[in-house]
């Protein structure tokens, strides 16, 4: 591959419906830059492919039969925590997002996604970033504030106005170069001012920054 080619995202998608699957498959067997290379038809076939071939991400539905979704999540992530998994859903309660970005998962998508939306979502985890509809980032917000916290709430003092400029182009779902690119800084950059956003706000990934953010009123969508 020389250097202008772009890397090839080997998917595996994990649904018990094969005509969803099919589907999924010849959407994105129109994308050059999106590879799949398996399917699962239930939750234990996608824990024992996922944690033997060599993908980079996976379409995961949530309902599915002899391990549900949810528990495939936690067993992929608890040996594996760098495979990027992508929630498949017709569920959009607040529950079901907060409870799975607490397992782990990198996006979160429901099934009349468009085909555009959801090579963007594959795209974006597969550079490491997070992915939650804007549609979908009120509802958990909105579960968030519901739900009582244990983790201390991090002063806004702390972060400088580069850096909840960076939190608000990130609630707005840019990406690392699309953040650079339109405050005049490298992607570089961007990525040590996340660096410092996850470690002063103390979480781990861009959707806990985002969603810390909203609920403290710092940014707004």
Not at 78 to 106: M, N, P
Not at 209 to 216: C, S
Request: proline share 4%; hydrophobic share 40%.
């Amino acid at each position: 591959m020389n250097k202008t080619e772009k890397p090839v995202i080997r998917v595996m998608i994990a649904d018990d419906h094969a005509l969803i699957r099919q589907g999924l498959i010849k959407v994105l067997s129109l994308e050059p830059t999106i590879d799949v290379i398996a399917e699962a038809e239930n939750g234990r076939e996608a824990i024992e492919k996922a944690l033997s071939l060599p993908l980079d991400v996976v379409l995961m539905d949530i309902n599915m039969p002899e391990v549900d979704g949810i528990t495939a999540i936690k067993e992929i992530k608890a040996k594996d925590d760098k495979l990027a998994i992508i929630a498949l859903t017709i569920h959009d309660q607040e529950e079901y997002l907060v409870q799975l970005i607490k397992c782990g998962v990198s996006g979160y998508v429901l099934k009349d996604v468009s085909p555009d939306e959801l090579v963007k979502a594959i795209h974006q985890v597969y550079r490491g970033e997070s992915y939650i509809p804007q549609v979908l980032m009120g509802k958990v917000l909105k579960e968030l504030n519901r739900l009582s916290s244990a983790v201390q709430e991090p002063d806004p003092d702390r972060l400088t106005p580069r850096e909840l400029e960076i939190l608000q182009e990130l609630a707005l779902g840019l990406s690392n170069k699309e953040i650079g690119d339109k405050l005049f800084i490298s992607e570089k950059t961007v990525k040590n001012h996340l660096t410092n956003i996850f470690q002063k706000c103390g979480v781990t990934d861009r959707t806990q920054a985002v969603l810390h953010g909203l609920k403290n009123n710092w940014i707004r969508l």
